[in-house]
C-alpha cells in the first residue's frame, strides 16, 4: 500500500513521487487486486446476498481501479515511456471491467439480491441501483451462451484496440517556417510561441504543430492565404494514408461494424440501439427527431449566414473564398467593424480573476466553497481545491488550466477519479475530479490571459467539476455523473458556458490584468454579437457531425463511404460541401474516446441550456434560490435518474428548441 497510486481515496496523491516503474507497479496491483476481490466477493457471500458484502463490496473494487485508470491521465503526455503502459493498462482495465459485467456468477447474485425480500426492502435508491446491475449485465451478455460471450469479449477487445490505433494515427509533423515574412500578420504572442515550440523540437524558425490551438491562430491572423492552406491541408490530413495499415477512415469503418456486430450479439438492432440504452436523451427515435428538427430549423439560418459571409468576403478581395479563408474573413470582418480584439479583449480577463469568479459562482449558485490546498500536484502550474458544503469537506478539485511541458496537446477534458461514496464501514469517500484546459502560459512569467474561447472551455469543464462535486448519492454507480450518458454529463459544461455569453457577467468579473479595471458594456455586447453570429457556422459543423455519427452506427454495412455519409450530413443542415482535402471522418476523435452514437450530446445539451439559461436570465444569474432549483431538480440525483426528467422538473414542461433557435436568429 505504499503505492502513491494505491492510497486511501480521501487522501491527496502524491504525484510528484510516481515514477513509470511505481505506475506500472500500480497497474499489475490493482488488476491482480480486481480480479482476486471478485473472487473473493462471490465466495464470502452467505446463503442470501446483502447490500454491504456484495454491492459495497464489488464498489470498493471498482472505486479503486477507476482511481488508478484515471488518476494516471496527467501523465499521457509526458512522453511515449509513461504513454505506452498508460494506453495499455487502459485495454486491461476496460477489459477486467466488462468481464466483470459477463460474469455469471455475478450476474446471479446481483439478481438474487434484488429480487428477494431483502431487496425489495431496501431504499429506493439502493434498489435503483440493483435495477442497473441486472440491466448492465443483461446488457453485457452475462446471459450469452458461452461460445457468444467469447466472441463479445474478442469483439471488446479489437474495438479498444482499434480506438487506440486511431488517436494513434492523428499524429502528424509540425509545418515548419523558416521565413517570417510568410507569417506576416500573425500576434508577437502568437509568434513567440510558435518559435518557442520550433526551439523545443529543435527546429530553427517557427514550428506550427497539427493542434486546434495553433492552427486556429494561423488560420485567423496569417495574411498568405499560401501559408494558411498549407497548415489546414496538414491538419485536415490527420489520419489520412498516415503510412499504417489501415489508417483512420478505414479504421472507423472497421470500428462501426464491430460495434454492430456486438449490438446485434447482444440482442439490439443497431449500435444506436445499445449506445442510447444508457443516455439521457431518450430512444433512438427521438434522438433523430431531434436532430432532424434541429437540421430543418437551422438550415435556412445557415444558409443566409454562408451567403452573408460570401458576400463580405469578396469586398476583402475573397471572391472564391476556400474552407482555410473562414477564420481569416472573419477576423477581417470583426477588424472592420471594430469589435474589440482577442487580443484586447483577454487582457482584461487574467487568470487569477477568472479563477476567483469562478469559485463565487460555485458557491453564490450552490453554497459550495473552494479552497485552495497544499495538495501535492504534478506541475507548478496545477491547482488544488478541497470542496466544502455546509462546513462539511465533499471532495478534491484538480485545475490544471495552462499550458506546461509534459500536459498532452489540446487537452480540455474533465476527469471523474473517484466518486463520492460511503462504504460498507460507513465511512465517507470523497469525490476528486481533474479539470484539463489549454489556456496558453503567459508571457515572460506573467499570468495566463483567457479570451471569450478559452473562458468558454474553462466554464464548460467547470461545470462538469461542480456536478461531479455536487451529487448527492452515496454509491459508486449513482454518484458515477458518466451513468448519465454523454448528454446528461454535457448538460452542465454547456449549461456553465451560458455564463460567459451574457455580457453583463462578462464586464462583472473583468478585471484587466494591469490595472483591475472593468471592460466597457458597449465593447463586450457588440463582441458577443458578434461571436455569436459566428456560432451558427460552428453549430452548423457540430450538427453535421452528430447527423454522421448516427448515420454510421445505425447503418455501417449500407455501401456508403466516410465521405458519402459526411456529404449527406453537411447538406441535410446547410453546411458548406466537402472540400477535396478535408477528410473529417479520418480524425473525429470523439467517436474513438466514447462519444460513438452519442456525439449528438452536445447539441441536446446545448439546447436544453439555453432553455435553462433563460430562467437565469429572468430571476438573476446568480440567484441563490434558482441555484438550489437547479441543484436539486438536476444535480443532487446524480446518475439515480435520466437527466431528461430533471431537466423537465425544473422547466416545468419539457424541453424546447425554440430558445436554442431564436438565440441563433438573433446572432444572424
Same mark, same amino acid.
Given at each position: 500500500?505504499?503505492?502513491?497510486?494505491?492510497?486511501?481515496?480521501?487522501?491527496?496523491?502524491?504525484?510528484?513521487?510516481?515514477?513509470?516503474?511505481?505506475?506500472?507497479?500500480?497497474?499489475?496491483?490493482?488488476?491482480?487486486?480486481?480480479?482476486?476481490?471478485?473472487?473473493?466477493?462471490?465466495?464470502?457471500?452467505?446463503?442470501?446476498?446483502?447490500?454491504?458484502?456484495?454491492?459495497?463490496?464489488?464498489?470498493?473494487?471498482?472505486?479503486?481501479?477507476?482511481?488508478?485508470?484515471?488518476?494516471?491521465?496527467?501523465?499521457?503526455?509526458?512522453?511515449?515511456?509513461?504513454?505506452?503502459?498508460?494506453?495499455?493498462?487502459?485495454?486491461?482495465?476496460?477489459?477486467?471491467?466488462?468481464?466483470?459485467?459477463?460474469?455469471?456468477?455475478?450476474?446471479?447474485?446481483?439478481?438474487?439480491?434484488?429480487?428477494?425480500?431483502?431487496?425489495?426492502?431496501?431504499?429506493?435508491?439502493?434498489?435503483?441501483?440493483?435495477?442497473?446491475?441486472?440491466?448492465?449485465?443483461?446488457?453485457?451478455?452475462?446471459?450469452?451462451?458461452?461460445?457468444?460471450?467469447?466472441?463479445? /469479449?474478442?469483439?471488446?477487445?479489437?474495438?479498444?484496440?482499434?480506438?487506440?490505433?486511431? /488517436?494513434?494515427?492523428?499524429?502528424?509533423?509540425?509545418?515548419?517556417?523558416?521565413?517570417?515574412?510568410?507569417?506576416?500578420?500573425?500576434?508577437?504572442?502568437?509568434?513567440?510561441?510558435?518559435?518557442?515550440?520550433?526551439?523545443?523540437?529543435?527546429?530553427?524558425?517557427?514550428?506550427?504543430?497539427?493542434?486546434?490551438?495553433?492552427?486556429?491562430?494561423?488560420?485567423?491572423?496569417?495574411?498568405?492565404?499560401?501559408?494558411?492552406?498549407?497548415?489546414?491541408?496538414?491538419?485536415?490530413?490527420?489520419?489520412?494514408?498516415?503510412?499504417?495499415?489501415?489508417?483512420?477512415?478505414?479504421?472507423?469503418?472497421?470500428?462501426?461494424?464491430?460495434?454492430?456486430?456486438?449490438?446485434?450479439?447482444?440482442?439490439?438492432?443497431?449500435?444506436?440501439?445499445?449506445?442510447?440504452?444508457?443516455?439521457?436523451?431518450?430512444?433512438?427515435?427521438?434522438?433523430?427527431?431531434?436532430?432532424?428538427?434541429?437540421?430543418?430549423?437551422?438550415?435556412?439560418?445557415?444558409?443566409?449566414?454562408?451567403?452573408?459571409?460570401?458576400?463580405?468576403?469578396?469586398?476583402?478581395?475573397?471572391?472564391?473564398?476556400?474552407?482555410?479563408?473562414?477564420?481569416?474573413?472573419?477576423?477581417?470582418?470583426?477588424?472592420?467593424?471594430?469589435?474589440?480584439?482577442?487580443?484586447?479583449?483577454?487582457?482584461?480577463?487574467?487568470?487569477?480573476?477568472?479563477?476567483?469568479?469562478?469559485?463565487?459562482?460555485?458557491?453564490?449558485?450552490?453554497?459550495?466553497?473552494?479552497?485552495?490546498?497544499?495538495?501535492?500536484?504534478?506541475?507548478?502550474?496545477?491547482?488544488?481545491?478541497?470542496?466544502?458544503?455546509?462546513?462539511?469537506?465533499?471532495?478534491?478539485?484538480?485545475?490544471?488550466?495552462?499550458?506546461?511541458?509534459?500536459?498532452?496537446?489540446?487537452?480540455?477534458?474533465?476527469?471523474?477519479?473517484?466518486?463520492?461514496?460511503?462504504?460498507?464501514?460507513?465511512?465517507?469517500?470523497?469525490?476528486?475530479?481533474?479539470?484539463?484546459?489549454?489556456?496558453?502560459?503567459?508571457?515572460?512569467?506573467?499570468?495566463?490571459?483567457?479570451?471569450?474561447?478559452?473562458?468558454?472551455?474553462?466554464?464548460?469543464?467547470?461545470?462538469?467539476?461542480?456536478?461531479?462535486?455536487?451529487?448527492?448519492?452515496?454509491?459508486?454507480?449513482?454518484?458515477?455523473?458518466?451513468?448519465?450518458?454523454?448528454?446528461?454529463?454535457?448538460?452542465?459544461?454547456?449549461?456553465?458556458?451560458?455564463?460567459?455569453?451574457?455580457?453583463?457577467?462578462?464586464?462583472?468579473?473583468?478585471?484587466?490584468?494591469?490595472?483591475?479595471?472593468?471592460?466597457?458594456?458597449?465593447?463586450?455586447?457588440?463582441?458577443?454579437?458578434?461571436?455569436?453570429?459566428?456560432?451558427?457556422?460552428?453549430?452548423?459543423?457540430?450538427?453535421?457531425?452528430?447527423?454522421?455519427?448516427?448515420?454510421?452506427?445505425?447503418?455501417?454495412?449500407?455501401?456508403?463511404?466516410?465521405?458519402?455519409?459526411?456529404?449527406?450530413?453537411?447538406?441535410?443542415?446547410?453546411?458548406?460541401?466537402?472540400?477535396?482535402?478535408?477528410?473529417?471522418?479520418?480524425?473525429?476523435?470523439?467517436?474513438?474516446?466514447?462519444?460513438?452514437?452519442?456525439?449528438?450530446?452536445?447539441?441536446?445539451?446545448?439546447?436544453?441550456?439555453?432553455?435553462?439559461?433563460?430562467?437565469?436570465?429572468?430571476?438573476?444569474?446568480?440567484?441563490?434560490?434558482?441555484?438550489?432549483?437547479?441543484?436539486?431538480?438536476?444535480?443532487?440525483?446524480?446518475?439515480?435518474?435520466?437527466?431528461?426528467?430533471?431537466?423537465?422538473?425544473?422547466?416545468?414542461?419539457?424541453?424546447?428548441?425554440?430558445?436554442?433557435?431564436?438565440?441563433?436568429?438573433?446572432?444572424?
Amino acid at each position: 500500500m505504499s503505492n502513491p497510486l494505491l492510497q486511501d481515496g480521501n487522501v491527496p496523491v502524491d504525484y510528484p513521487s510516481i515514477t513509470v516503474q511505481s505506475m506500472q507497479n500500480a497497474f499489475d496491483q490493482v488488476l491482480e487486486r480486481y480480479a482476486q476481490g471478485i473472487e473473493r466477493v462471490i465466495n464470502s457471500q452467505p446463503s442470501m446476498p446483502t447490500w454491504d458484502d456484495l454491492v459495497l463490496a464489488m464498489d470498493d473494487l471498482d472505486a479503486q481501479l477507476y482511481a488508478v485508470l484515471y488518476g494516471v491521465m496527467p501523465f499521457l503526455g509526458k512522453g511515449q515511456a509513461w504513454s505506452d503502459p498508460i494506453l495499455a493498462f487502459h485495454i486491461a482495465a476496460n477489459s477486467a471491467l466488462d468481464s466483470r459485467f459477463c460474469n455469471e456468477q455475478l450476474q446471479s447474485l446481483y439478481e438474487q439480491l434484488a429480487y428477494s425480500d431483502i431487496g425489495r426492502n431496501l431504499d429506493s435508491r439502493q434498489r435503483a441501483t440493483l435495477r442497473w446491475h441486472v440491466e448492465r449485465f443483461r446488457v453485457s451478455g452475462a446471459s450469452l451462451p458461452k461460445s457468444d460471450k467469447a466472441r463479445l /469479449l474478442d469483439l471488446q477487445r479489437q474495438i479498444t484496440e482499434l480506438e487506440e490505433r486511431y /488517436l494513434l494515427n492523428l499524429d502528424h509533423p509540425d509545418v515548419v517556417v523558416d521565413d517570417i515574412t510568410q507569417l506576416r500578420g500573425l500576434s508577437q504572442r502568437s509568434l513567440d510561441e510558435l518559435n518557442e515550440r520550433a526551439r523545443q523540437r529543435g527546429n530553427n524558425g517557427w514550428s506550427i504543430p497539427c493542434e486546434s490551438w495553433a492552427v486556429d491562430r494561423v488560420l485567423e491572423e496569417a495574411e498568405l492565404g499560401a501559408i494558411r492552406e498549407q497548415v489546414y491541408r496538414a491538419f485536415h490530413g490527420r489520419g489520412v494514408n498516415t503510412g499504417s495499415s489501415p489508417d483512420n477512415g478505414q479504421v472507423l469503418q472497421q470500428l462501426a461494424l464491430l460495434r454492430h456486430e456486438r449490438a446485434t450479439l447482444l440482442a439490439f438492432s443497431d449500435h444506436m440501439n445499445l449506445s442510447l440504452a444508457r443516455k439521457s436523451a431518450g430512444s433512438p427515435g427521438q434522438v433523430r427527431a431531434f436532430l432532424q428538427s434541429l437540421a430543418a430549423g437551422m438550415k435556412p439560418l445557415v444558409q443566409q449566414w454562408r451567403s452573408d459571409l460570401e458576400r463580405d468576403a469578396q469586398k476583402l478581395g475573397l471572391d472564391d473564398m476556400q474552407p482555410w479563408d473562414l477564420r481569416f474573413a472573419q477576423k477581417q470582418l470583426r477588424d472592420a467593424a471594430k469589435i474589440v480584439s482577442k487580443e484586447a479583449l483577454r487582457e482584461f480577463f487574467p487568470m487569477a480573476a477568472v479563477i476567483d469568479a469562478l469559485i463565487q459562482l460555485a458557491r453564490r449558485l450552490f453554497g459550495l466553497e473552494l479552497r485552495a490546498t497544499p495538495a501535492p500536484v504534478w506541475a507548478p502550474s496545477v491547482l488544488a481545491f478541497e470542496a466544502f458544503q455546509h462546513n462539511a469537506r465533499i471532495g478534491l478539485l484538480y485545475l490544471d488550466a495552462v499550458q506546461h511541458a509534459g500536459k498532452q496537446a489540446d487537452a480540455v477534458f474533465t476527469t471523474y477519479v473517484r466518486n463520492r461514496r460511503v462504504d460498507a464501514e460507513g465511512i465517507y469517500q470523497q469525490a476528486v475530479v481533474m479539470v484539463f484546459s489549454d489556456v496558453p502560459e503567459g508571457s515572460a512569467g506573467a499570468q495566463p490571459l483567457l479570451d471569450h474561447l478559452a473562458l468558454r472551455k474553462l466554464y464548460h469543464e467547470f461545470g462538469h467539476a461542480l456536478h461531479h462535486l455536487l451529487v448527492r448519492t452515496d454509491n459508486q454507480v449513482q454518484s458515477g455523473v458518466i451513468e448519465l450518458g454523454t448528454d446528461g454529463t454535457e448538460l452542465f459544461g454547456k449549461l456553465f458556458e451560458r455564463w460567459v455569453w451574457n455580457a453583463a457577467y462578462l464586464v462583472s468579473i473583468s478585471s484587466h490584468h494591469s490595472d483591475g479595471r472593468q471592460i466597457d458594456r458597449e465593447q463586450v455586447e457588440r463582441c458577443i454579437a458578434r461571436y455569436k453570429r459566428e456560432a451558427i457556422g460552428e453549430a452548423a459543423l457540430e450538427l453535421s457531425k452528430a447527423l454522421f455519427d448516427v448515420d454510421l452506427h445505425t447503418k455501417p454495412g449500407d455501401g456508403k463511404t466516410p465521405r458519402q455519409r459526411f456529404a449527406q450530413s453537411r447538406e441535410q443542415c446547410g453546411y458548406w460541401p466537402l472540400h477535396a482535402h478535408e477528410h473529417p471522418a479520418h480524425a473525429f476523435d470523439h467517436l474513438a474516446t466514447g462519444y460513438d452514437a452519442g456525439y449528438y450530446a452536445y447539441l441536446w445539451a446545448d439546447v436544453c441550456a439555453v432553455d435553462i439559461f433563460t430562467r437565469f436570465e429572468q430571476t438573476g444569474l446568480l440567484d441563490r434560490a434558482l441555484g438550489q432549483v437547479l441543484f436539486e431538480s438536476l444535480i443532487a440525483p446524480g446518475a439515480s435518474r435520466p437527466l431528461r426528467e430533471g431537466v423537465r422538473q425544473f422547466l416545468g414542461r419539457e424541453t424546447s428548441l425554440h430558445p436554442y433557435l431564436q438565440w441563433l436568429q438573433a446572432a444572424g
